[in-house]
């Protein structure tokens, strides 16, 4: 294997696909005539291939997916593999965005890499993330995969772990439709024959051109799907997925629970039109885009890319299909496929921060945007700390999303359409079930990572409820915020961010911008407009049995005399009546002026550096209004036993940094010029992803050199000499 010299180490690598104008492997030409090209790039192509540079490496790659023959258990999981073929070195490129010259050098066969795979022709792998560093060593340096470790990193251990098995039943009938695309006869008569032994599939009845009615004689894979996919009790949906699930000769287990997946609602369960009013090759579209996306899961090479593409264009034309056909695909490959529904659309947009770009305002995205967004997903999905791992972790979390009301859902139900209980019919639509209470207790927040011993924990909240406003203060790194956002959910009992507002304070907020005030609209005038607090204090009143908490971080860097205005003394336990409500500065939008009072039910949680010399003493107004408590550094068993099970971190090296921060921390404490406040906390020596084994002492190294000893740079501003001396002790013989 080439062995990379430590300047191509840090550099870019290339994997780039082995085909040329959707034609056969062409590898062998490829290292023959020296080169590499692409056909017809496109402009993101274009400029990739431009961005390559002499002496970057580079790699003939070929992606599959493959279910059998793995040398791991993959629970009947489809794998994605990606062989490399060939590697070399970029010798020169000539800039016309197609081409670059290589000096090639032949693989002893085509080696297999498992899980972390890329499906466009060109992928740019920069080294640094545990995952690019593995994909780098493995291809050009003939380092064998951990495979292990891919299958339990997140976005691989939803797949092949236990929390979303209801795919593998899904999967299993979406393959074993296939095999009815081109004589769908004897599945709509076994369909019909099962509705005579279940109750729930009398809504498969079809009006025809002459006016007469009768049983469907044609039927699509999703609409088949979604007959146990439908707004109907747990019960009734097992009941006719087993039953369908003979029809098909499936022996995967019916799921136990359908908790996140989309159903169709009860009135809208059908993906195509009555046949009087149907095109002639409605339900062949949609079967169409049904095996392509069925061979887009087997073999994501361009060529199958672009038969989908048209598939899916051409069935999002059938009436009434809309932003459901996302939904039929992600039943039939949940791995594979994101769900769109709206409410999977809002969490997309508002939680992930990613955009969807649509034709137009009611229109569904096209096929290229909904692979792209499935790419850049998977991208994301990699990361340690991204919210979601996988596209059923995806749906779920958009069901359990509680944070605004989700976008309209006129583009999945067009006004004009006719009611199917008036002999008509109405286009399917995807929604959400009502989401499900998840619980949340003192005890959540020290399975989450909390070091503070449970009373402590029990004190603070019962502070909370009686004083209604709390401050953290404490230390840098002791973890005030991180633990302000759980203690609001143990309050109220549930996690559930659309009762938690957050918001952070410095030198420029104004009231105008927390309570009320002037704000410009689009058309160059300005409005009225509530701030945070206002509209925490609107909503709570909305619903008077929640808790609604705002968790104001760092509540000493702005004025919060000038910030809460009037509404500073309303926020006394004392003083959350109606009977004490006030007039604010400005009225509301309409000119009205309304008394306003802080409800029961709305909290605020603050935190506060009390580290932090260039902050003024609190307002005593505002401190006789909060229960303070104050956070310490928590090194201790609870941390040690918590970075070593959790972070990965050395169990003997645990116990030695354990020591040294405390030294340090004495240290800190007992000079007269700093004193307790200045300590450092336990948040700096906590990893936040798991440590790859044996890299404890380079992480502790690396944070103290760049996050403890800037720090103590600060505080011991006036003796430098001291902090350097300090930073050198906390490494001496490490």
């Given amino acids: 294997m080439m062995n990379a010299g430590s300047s191509q180490t840090a550099a870019t690598t290339w994997f780039v696909g082995a085909s040329f104008g959707h034609t056969d492997d062409q590898s062998a030409r490829f290292i ?28 003939i790659k070929a992606a599959y997916v493959r279910k059998h023959g793995l040398p791991f ?18 010798t020169e490129n000539p800039q016309d965005g197609e081409r670059v010259n290589v000096q090639w050098q032949s693989a002893d066969g085509v080696r297999e890499w498992y899980f972390y795979t890329y499906r466009p022709t060109i992928w740019r792998v920069v080294p640094g993330e545990w995952n690019a560093d ?55 008569q076994g369909i019909h024959q099962m509705a005579q032994r279940v109750q729930g599939l009398g809504y498969l009845q079809d009006k025809f051109p002459d006016g007469s009615s009768g049983p469907l004689q044609d039927i699509c894979p999703f609409t088949v799907m979604g007959t146990f996919n439908r707004g109907m009790t747990d019960a009734n949906r097992k009941l006719i997925a087993a039953e369908l699930a003979k029809l098909l000769g499936v022996s995967v287990p019916v799921p136990a629970t359908f908790e996140g997946i989309p159903v169709l609602n009860n009135q809208r369960s059908w993906f195509f039109r009555y046949a009087d009013k149907r095109g002639a090759g409605d339900i062949d579209a949609l079967w169409c885009v049904f095996a ?10 361009p060529a199958s890319r672009d038969e989908f593409i048209e ?54 995205c096209d096929a290229a945007t909904y692979l792209q967004l499935a790419d850049d997903l998977r991208t994301r999905f990699a990361e340690d700390d991204y919210p979601v ?73 019962d502070r909370l409820r009686t004083k209604k406003n709390l401050i953290l203060q404490g230390p840098p790194g002791t973890g005030k915020t991180w633990l302000a956002k759980r203690l609001a959910f143990a309050l109220m009992g549930q996690k559930d961010d659309s009762k938690l507002r957050a918001v952070q304070f410095h030198p420029n907020l104004s009231y105008e911008d927390f309570v009320r005030g002037w704000r410009p609209t689009g058309e160059g005038k300005l409005t009225l407009a509530d701030g945070v607090f206002m509209e925490a204090i609107k909503a709570a009143k909305k619903e008077p049995a929640a808790k609604f908490v705002v968790v104001i971080e760092e509540i000493n860097r702005g004025n919060p005399a000038q910030v809460f205005g009037e509404l500073l003394t309303l926020l006394e336990a004392g003083k959350r009546t109606p009977s004490e409500a006030l007039e604010l500065c400005y009225p509301d939008a309409d000119g009205v002026r309304r008394p306003v009072h802080i409800p029961e039910n709305l909290h605020v949680i603050g935190t506060m550096n009390i580290a932090d010399r260039s902050l003024a003493l609190v307002d005593l107004a ?9 956070l310490e550094p928590r090194l201790g068993p609870a941390w040690r036993n918590w970075v070593v099970s959790t972070c990965g971190v050395d169990e003997a090296l645990a116990s030695d940094i354990e020591r040294r921060m405390a030294e340090l921390n004495e240290q800190i404490a007992a000079d007269a010029r700093l004193g307790k406040q200045f300590r450092i906390g336990h948040s700096y020596v906590t990893p936040v992803h798991r440590l790859e084994a044996g890299s404890t002492r380079r992480w502790f190294q690396q944070v103290v050199e760049t996050e403890i000893g800037p720090l103590l740079e600060e505080v011991w501003f006036d003796s430098p000499e001291e902090a350097h001396q300090a930073t050198a002790r906390l490494l001496q013989g490490w």
Wanted: aromatic fraction near 10%.
């Fill in 32 to 59: 023959a005539e020296g080169i590499w090209e692409v056909s017809a790039p496109s402009q993101k192509e274009q400029a990739l291939v431009r961005s390559m540079r002499p002496g970057e490496r580079i790699a």
């Fill in 73 to 90: 258990d993959n629970r009947r999981q489809p794998v994605s593999v990606m062989g490399i073929k060939a590697i070399g070195v970029i």
């Fill in 134 to 188: 593995a994909l780098i060593a493995f291809a050009f340096e003939g380092k064998p995969q951990d495979i292990e470790r891919f299958r339990n990193a997140p976005y691989w251990k939803d797949r092949f772990g236990t929390l979303f098995q209801w795919a593998d039943f899904y999967e299993a009938v979406a393959e074993k439709l296939l095999a009815y695309a081109s004589n769908r006869a004897p599945l709509i």
């Fill in 292 to 301: 392509a996306a069925q061979a887009l899961v087997e073999d994501d090479g």
């Fill in 311 to 364: 598939a899916y264009d051409a069935a999002t034309q059938v009436w009434g299909v809309a932003w459901n056909l996302s939904t039929g695909l992600y039943w039939a490959a949940p791995w594979e496929f994101p769900t769109l529904d709206s409410q999977s659309r809002h969490y997309i947009q508002k939680r992930l921060g990613v955009p969807i770009t649509t034709p137009a305002p009611q229109a569904p």
């Fill in 389 to 461: 791992h996988s596209f059923p972790e995806l749906s779920l979390a958009s069901w359990q999303f509680k944070d605004a009301t989700p976008v309209p859902q006129v583009d999945e139900a067009t006004p004009d359409l006719p009611q199917e209980d008036g002999g008509e019919e109405l286009a399917a639509e995807v929604v959400q079930s009502q989401a499900p209470i998840v619980p949340y207790s003192l005890a959540d927040i020290t399975r989450d990572g909390c070091f503070l011993p449970e009373p402590e924990l029990e004190l603070m909240l």
């Fill in 622 to 630: 505002l401190r006789r209004r909060f229960a303070f408590v104050g």
